[in-house]
């Protein structure tokens, strides 16, 4: 299936969705991501524990940041084997839409629901700051909010958000435009564009169904101009819109 197949499977369907928020043990983000699809689309949103086995009524599945069952191993790796994560899986292969924030992108990645792997930052320090992204594509069901080429302003908090994959699978990203955020130049001369060290600056990919999105910033936390920027709310937007042709805040 193609991104843009992908994209034409929910849209017009002309109902409000229903967003589970995963909830594994040390996951810190599952508040500001129920908060952030509430205050931004006015749609539902649940909490769903992580030895929850069925996702069925559900149209969007979000997997927050935080630090999964303590990080233990490395980012993401026990998350993996959680129950709801057979539910997640059967969710994506139905064309159903899913979002790993930061740690979800990581338990993402570790699952198999999209490839490569994030590690460590360059110079293994803990960042938390705004960053300057790139909408590299912006024909998802994710983005079609925003125009291609804009820049957004949406922090980060990380310590391995370093996007890192073979040869080969970078190739086939670029080709499929499953690159969705790259890290952008900044103003300020003391805040790399990019920030990790990230292999062709990736912040966030898609699947090659275009229905599975995982990025390292946190748009949960930019959906208010009184948090600082407001740019990360149209992901959620966009996604609201793909079922019910809500108002969205177009960036064009």
């Given amino acids: ?9 929910h849209v017009g369907v002309g109902r409000r969705p229903r967003f589970a928020v995963i909830r594994f043990p040390g996951s810190n983000c599952d508040q500001d991501a129920v908060y952030a699809v509430k205050r931004t689309t006015q749609c539902e949103a649940t909490y769903v524990w992580h030895a929850t086995a069925d996702l069925d009524g559900f149209d969007v599945v979000i ?3 935080g630090f999964s069952y303590g990080d233990y191993l490395r980012p993401g790796s026990i998350a993996r ?3 709801v ?7 994506a ?3 159903r839409y899913v979002l790993g924030i930061c740690n979800g992108f990581q338990v993402l990645c570790e699952a198999g629901l999209l490839p490569g792997a994030l590690v460590a930052n360059i110079g293994c320090k803990f960042l938390c700051r705004p960053v300057t992204l790139r909408v590299e594509n912006a024909n998802t069901p994710f983005t079609h909010t925003y125009r291609e080429g804009q820049t957004l302003s949406i922090p980060i908090a990380h310590g391995e958000g370093r996007y890192y994959c073979d040869a080969a699978t970078l190739e086939r990203l670029q080709r499929h435009h499953q690159i969705i955020f790259r890290y952008a130049a900044e103003t300020d001369e003391y805040a790399p564009a990019n920030p990790n060290g990230s292999l062709d ?16 910033p946190h748009p949960e936390r930019a959906t208010d101009i009184f948090l600082g920027s407001a740019d990360g709310r149209l992901i959620f937007q966009a996604l609201a819109s793909a079922f019910c042709g809500a108002p969205t805040e177009p960036g064009h």
């Fill in 1 to 9: 299936m193609t991104l843009a197949a992908t994209r034409d499977v």
């Fill in 63 to 65: 997997l927050p940041g």
């Fill in 81 to 83: 084997f959680a129950n």
């Fill in 85 to 91: 994560m057979d539910a997640v899986r059967q969710h």
């Fill in 93 to 95: 292969e139905r064309g």
């Fill in 201 to 216: 600056c990736i912040a966030g990919i898609v699947n090659e169904g275009g229905n599975v999105l995982g990025m390292m």
